[in-house]
């Protein structure tokens, strides 16, 4: 038979609410009083219910991060920062991908597991303002990661994608570089991660009074390492002439690398590349990656620490907030060189 509350607060010669005090880390609790109960709880294998713990507090001590694609090196990563964040707090973390496709999104979102968690971290990506309403109706508290919805009902806490892109662009051009391409833009978007980064590499051009050439602007449909590779590919076959490469996240940042590199370009001596995400890999890829770090572990302590302020505020009503975190360029191999 498994060991039971009232087992333990025999061995440990105490009433069963000192050891539920001791168990929800009640703080009025004696530490030789604890120390006791601890040892009786190691000493008899004791699990507590947390199906019952939940049912009568009303908490899971579970929060869901809904995220698009674990594939991608940087939502795992952003993953990982989330759990040791929400580790920390005592939560944990429950992940659900649902790809690019818009209706699985939203299914997800409306799926009845996302009500048995305390709380969602959401990092949206085929919704867009105009779905708002859907996401005011998550039954619990929610904080909104990524750049889809900027003046949505919920709080919202993400990188500063346009100033991070324009100073990666700044930094290629500061070594005299003059034929930047834009890698990985999405056509027609309007609101989202490639809109704003090539939003913030026009910034930079404006800025150096260089022309905006659409021949240097190069679509990337999904941002893994082959789709790079493929459309470093095809520029090259185009014969485009460009000395530099701003790639709007590391992941196809390395598959251009690899497609230079076939081509016979040195890179930084022919070519200059920096990425976005500041992913691990980008330390040890040959050349080491230059890249913007956009805060990533910020991002994650930021979002548990106001989704766990949400839930423990229950009803009480406070204004959603936005918060932009601070990036940071981080100069390496690919780009150590100017411009012949």
């Known amino acids: 038979m498994a060991a039971t509350m009232h087992d333990v607060a025999r061995l440990a010669g105490v009433s069963v609410k000192t050891v539920s005090n001791v168990i929800n880390d009640y703080p009025y609790v004696r530490e030789e009083t604890r120390r006791r109960v601890l040892d009786a709880i190691a000493t008899l294998g004791y699990t507590p219910n947390l199906s019952a713990r939940s049912l009568r507090s009303g908490r899971t001590n579970v929060i869901s991060l809904m995220i698009p694609d674990l594939r991608n090196a940087y939502f795992a990563e952003l993953a990982d920062s989330v759990m040791r964040a929400a580790a920390e707090r005592g939560l944990s973390v429950l992940i659900e991908q649902f790809g690019g496709d818009r209706e699985r999104e939203i299914d997800t979102l409306r799926r009845p597991r996302s009500q048995l968690v305390d709380g969602v971290l959401y990092s949206v990506l085929a919704l867009d303002q105009d779905d708002a309403d859907i996401i005011a109706g998550i039954p619990v508290p929610v904080v909104l990661l990524g750049e889809r919805i900027f003046t949505g009902p919920r709080d919202h806490v993400t990188m500063r994608n346009g100033e991070g892109a ?17 890698f990985g833009a999405h056509p027609g978007e309007a609101i989202g991660s490639a809109a704003l980064r090539l939003e913030g590499y026009r910034e930079a051009l404006t800025a150096a009074d260089l022309p905006f050439d659409e021949e240097l602007v190069v679509p990337v449909g999904s941002w893994h390492r082959r789709n790079g590779a493929e459309a470093m590919r095809d520029l090259l076959a185009r014969g485009v002439d460009f000395d530099a490469v701003v790639a709007f996240n590391d992941v196809i940042a390395l598959g251009a690398l690899r497609a230079l590199q076939e081509a016979g370009l040195r890179v930084p001596e022919d070519v200059a590349v920096i990425g976005f995400d500041d992913i691990d890999e980008t330390q040890y890829s040959m050349p080491t990656l230059s890249t913007i770090d956009p805060g990533r572990e910020e991002i994650a302590r930021t979002a548990v620490d106001l989704l766990a302020r949400r839930i423990e505020s229950g009803a009480e009503p406070f204004a959603p907030e936005q918060i932009l975190v601070p990036y940071r360029l981080i100069p390496r191999e690919s780009t150590a060189l100017p411009a012949h």
């Not at 324009?166 to 834009?182: F, I, K, Y």
């Open 166 to 182: 324009r100073a990666a662009t700044e930094h290629l051009l500061g070594l005299g570089r003059r034929r930047v391409v834009a």
